[in-house]
């Protein structure tokens, strides 16, 4: 799986929209960016996924450079709940040694302040 | 639909006791992969079952192991218990390893004294 780096920490204004970067200059054709967010003392979340184009669910949009080297998850309107350590994780769909396998990094601290 | 759920949610144990942690997918869900969480190294993979079967393992030593029911239903085992394996224990179920339908359980806290 292709390295990520993320900054360690960032801080939001709730309300206000959280722009949390990812670089992964290594990313291979095949290999998509996935994000999730592990709120203190809970398991980890799904929060999105892409490949190439950019990606909008009902909890985040991906935006994806074009030339894939980096990626940015967009919380449009951070509240407080939002406060969580964020993943970003590069990695093949599914093949024979990923099955069922996240590699985590460290992350990104996000803090929504009042 | 109900979550992903381990048991217990606590435990203490004592250096060189073996422990059993228990982990119920989702419903309908075949692939329950297991996962590590410190502070100092953060969340590393242990192994992932599917259908009874391991299908995947990460680098922790034999100390600990796995298994998974009929009824996909997992636990896992760590032996001779070391103080560094104080740590949260993460189950996550999905429907056939996909990592985008992954859920995880709320873990279990193993503190080794």
């Known amino acids: 799986d292709a390295k990520t780096t993320q900054p360690p920490s960032m801080d939001c204004a709730e309300g206000r929209a959280a722009n949390l970067p990812c670089n992964h200059s290594?990313?291979?054709?095949?290999?998509?960016v996935y994000w999730y967010r592990q709120i203190h003392s809970q398991g980890p979340q799904y929060i999105i996924h892409?490949?190439?184009n950019n990606e909008t669910n009902e909890m985040a949009s991906l935006i994806i450079t074009e030339d894939r080297k980096s990626s940015t998850l967009i919380l449009p309107h951070a509240t407080l709940r939002d406060t969580a350590v964020y993943y970003c994780i590069v990695r093949v769909p599914v093949s024979g040694t990923s099955y069922g396998k996240l590699t985590f990094g460290q992350g990104t601290i996000l803090t929504v302040h009042p | 639909k109900a979550g992903v759920t381990q048991t217990p949610r606590y435990l203490i144990k004592t250096r060189g006791q073996q422990v059993t942690l228990s982990c119920s997918p989702i419903s309908g869900h075949r692939s329950v992969s297991w996962y590590q969480q410190t502070p100092g190294q953060g969340l590393q993979f242990l192994f992932e079952?599917?259908?009874?079967?391991?299908?995947n393992k990460g680098n922790f030593p034999g100390r600990f192991s796995g298994r998974q029911f009929s009824n996909s239903r997992s636990e896992m085992n760590v032996s001779t218990l070391e103080l560094g394996d104080s740590a949260l224990y993460l189950c996550?179920?999905?429907?056939?390893?996909?990592?985008?339908?992954?859920?995880f359980g709320p873990g279990t806290r193993l503190l080794v004294l």
């Open positions: 892409g490949l190439k």
């Open positions: 290594t990313i291979s054709g095949n290999e998509y």
């Open positions: 996550a179920s999905s429907l056939a390893g996909r990592v985008e339908t992954q859920y």
């Open positions: 079952y599917f259908s009874e079967t391991q299908r």
